[in-house]
């Protein structure tokens, strides 16, 4: 028997009945964050109006293969672009109505306003779907709010004909006569430390003990036959949870933005546990990506006590152009932009519209980057830093993860600006984040450094400079200047942050006691940061305001090559195929040694490797967050469904290998790849991805604790490996034109 799925051929075993046989589908996305338009880009994927036709066309095709499907949601599926600031969410989750969800996990940015006003927004737009979370305590929630009522542990779904429906839906009523096929869905929410004061007074509980409990309350009482959670966690609990909780078989995340790619027997992220009942000793786990960018599809067969595994498969679709707008969709959010229009136009006193203003442009692509110094990061935290300097400020700080994306370079509408960055809407105020003041003194400010390179972390700063040395521990600010002026441990100093940073600081006095006096200026962060770009533009990459320029620098050797410093050109040839990439490459560790020491701190020479992907057509495969932490990804043998530059993945084609020589600290060389593009291509309709990679380097270089406990004259170089190596790696798109 042959059953067909999504175009994949699924051939029944011969001693499986029909009877015992049950096929289904999932079709889920992650991570939309109220992304109604696509996120700028050379695609432009996503799109909620793209989005549903996805879905109903996933959905109509399960239907004439008579096959039930559940559509579900991986959570932070509302706050994070400007649609969300239309009631706090309101609009969210009628989009999210409108787009028939069967159950959607509770993400940290769809609580990021307080317990009081997700209340209030589920009390004005009662959802359609299922919200679920098992590990939120509502124990000293008031009683007048009602949450605990609207968000449930998990939900059970009964196979009635041919589609899913849980109690009371369509007026189905179970009938305990009847041995239905039944799924059991159940979400968890992000547990960080880091969020909790928002979900406050409502405590997370611990996302590993509350899976087991739910899975025992699944199979043993509501005896469901398959377990998926959606899960808004971090990808090390996904896996944890996944391996060592037996009774799961389908796990679908959020919360890192991460896809997993299809394997080459299209098949999820395959889980394997050491458990000797051949039913319970796999799980299937998958994520989308973000932004409605892809959504996910299984086609999975259920028959005689466990999944079948060798008959399911799995893929993700990229919701590109082929697929038409829905119509119903567009106009909602059309009616939704007049909207937005009618309060923001008045607040920045013009005419035209948010939407298609062309307020400023950039002739640089501003990457996210949220482990290296970047122009986009250091734009973002010299806006804050020159507006806060009249007020006593004496640096200021940001973390570039509180970006939602990057943008191309080109002329830039308002709309834009405010999707760039994660400031969570206050309706009470009516305002997103503010600018917050504080003060701290030297030994704690240096302390609080050393716990972010601790946790693997980075952030921006303008007004202050530093030297790290990532290879020691705990100490791994060697030094730090504010104004020129070294950092002094008594010494008070006033800092500048946005909003959520700094009342993150403020739960954290207990460790760091130096911190003191937060004040709210009002000054909202994104009408700022709209003024300070409009300033500076066009944006050019040797504004000094901008420039990287090692305001974070290292001991050890510290090759790079950023994005922003990859020049791109045609050459002129009769069939103009011929592209030239220029490429700048700096070795940022410290510089100012004495003469002696700076003579031999240099790198040995390297090679740059290029690449480009060959199968263009195909967005799936591409390789994002390319300057994420690496501790940020799977573990190494999971990579195949998620990979990284570092591992070449087979779609990589080698275009050159090019010398670099070695360099001393501060230094920098220019390295020029003249690429032929007659040669490997036919397909001329798509952006082509180019990579860079620079592969550690080994050289000469000081180690800690040589500056704080011995005179730096004193200290011998010694080889050392690179130790910052989210740098060397860099990313372009060439743009072929038939």
């Known amino acids: ?207 590993l003990s509350e899976a087991r409990n739910v899975v025992l309350q699944l199979r043993r009482v509501e005896k469901v036959d398959v377990v998926i959670l959606l899960s808004h966690l971090l990808d090390r609990d996904d896996l944890d949870i996944a391996q060592h909780v037996d009774a799961i078989d389908v796990v679908i995340g959020g919360h890192s933005h991460h896809k997993v790619i299809p394997d080459q027997k299209d098949q999820a992220m395959v889980i394997e546990r050491d458990t000797p009942d051949p039913r319970s000793n796999m799980a299937w786990l998958a994520k989308t990506g973000e932004f409605g960018r892809f959504v996910g599809v299984m086609d999975l067969v259920y028959a005689q006590d466990s999944m079948q595994w060798g008959s399911c498969r799995y893929d993700l679709l990229a919701v590109d152009e082929q697929y038409r707008k829905d119509s119903e969709i567009d106009a909602f959010i059309q009616e939704k932009r007049t909207e937005l229009d009618k309060i923001y136009l008045q607040k920045f006193n013009q005419t035209e519209s948010i939407f298609s203003d062309e307020i400023a442009e950039s002739a640089i692509d501003l990457h996210k980057s949220p482990n290296t110094e970047s122009y986009f990061g250091n734009l973002m935290v010299s806006a804050i830093y020159e507006k806060t300097k009249p007020l006593g400020v004496d640096f200021a700080f940001n973390n570039s993860e509180f970006f939602s994306h990057g943008l191309l370079k080109g002329k830039f509408h308002t709309v834009d600006l405010y999707n760039l960055l994660s400031l969570i809407y206050d309706p009470l105020r009516n305002v997103s984040w503010t600018v917050w003041t504080f003060e701290v003194d030297g030994m704690t400010l240096k302390k609080a450094i050393d716990m972010v390179f601790m946790m693997d972390r980075f952030f921006d700063v303008a007004g202050l400079e530093l030297v790290v040395d990532p290879t020691h521990s705990p100490d791994k600010v060697m030094m730090a200047w504010i104004d020129g002026k070294p950092v002094e441990d008594h010494q008070i100093y006033k800092v500048a942050a946005p909003e959520g940073i700094a009342k993150i600081l403020r739960q954290m006095q207990e460790e760091l006691t130096g911190l003191s006096n937060f004040q709210d200026t009002e000054i909202e962060v994104w009408p700022l940061f709209r003024t300070y770009v409009q300033a500076h533009s066009p944006l050019q990459a040797d504004d000094a305001a901008i420039r990287v320029s090692g305001r974070i620098r290292t001991l050890q050797p510290d090759l790079a090559i950023l994005s922003e410093d990859i020049q791109t050109s045609q050459v002129a040839t009769e069939d103009g195929t011929r592209v030239q990439f220029d490429i700048r490459v700096k070795n940022f560790g410290y510089e100012k040694l004495p003469t002696e020491l700076l003579k031999g701190a240099r790198t040995n020479p390297t090679t740059l490797l290029v690449y480009y992907d060959d199968t263009p057509e195909n967005p799936v495969d591409d390789i994002d967050h390319l300057f994420s932490s690496p501790s940020a990804f799977f573990p190494k043998p999971y990579r195949d469904w998620m990979p990284r530059l570092e591992d070449f993945p087979s779609h990589l084609q080698q275009i050159a290998e090019v010398p670099v020589p070695s360099l001393m600290p501060n230094e920098e060389t220019r390295v020029s790849v003249t690429w032929d593009m007659r040669a490997p291509f036919s397909k001329r309709y798509y952006p082509y991805l180019i990579y860079f990679y620079l592969p550690t380097s080994t050289a000469l270089g000081l180690r800690a604790p040589a500056l704080k406990t011995i005179p730096l004259e004193a200290t011998l170089l010694e080889p050392v490996q690179e130790v910052n190596l989210f740098n060397n790696k860099a990313m372009t798109t060439v743009l072929l034109h038939h």
């Open 1 to 207: 028997m042959v059953w067909l799925l999504s175009g994949f051929s699924f051939v029944l075993l011969s001693h499986v009945s029909f009877a015992d046989f049950e096929p289904f589908r999932l079709i889920f996305t992650g991570d939309l964050h109220s992304n109604f338009d696509p996120v700028p880009s050379d695609r432009s994927l996503g799109g909620f109006a793209r989005v549903q036709s996805v879905l109903n066309h996933l959905k109509e095709e399960a239907r004439e293969q008579q096959i039930p499907y559940l559509q579900l949601d991986a959570g932070d599926c509302s706050e994070g672009a400007i649609y969300f600031n239309l009631g706090a969410g309101v609009a969210s989750f009628e989009m999210l109505n409108r787009l028939h969800y069967d159950a959607i996990v509770v993400g940290n940015h769809d609580w990021l306003t307080g317990p009081y006003v997700l209340d209030k927004v589920l009390s004005r737009v009662t959802p359609n779907f299922s919200f679920l979370s098992a590990n939120l305590n509502y124990k000293h929630l008031p009683e007048d709010n009602a949450l605990q009522k609207k968000i449930k542990r998990y939900e059970v779904f009964y196979k009635v004909g041919q589609k899913f429906l849980k109690a009371g839906q369509e007026g189905f009523i179970p009938d305990p006569a009847v041995d239905y096929f039944k799924v059991g869905v159940f979400g968890l929410s992000t547990n960080e430390a880091l969020y909790g004061f928002f979900f406050d007074p409502v405590k997370l509980k611990n996302p």
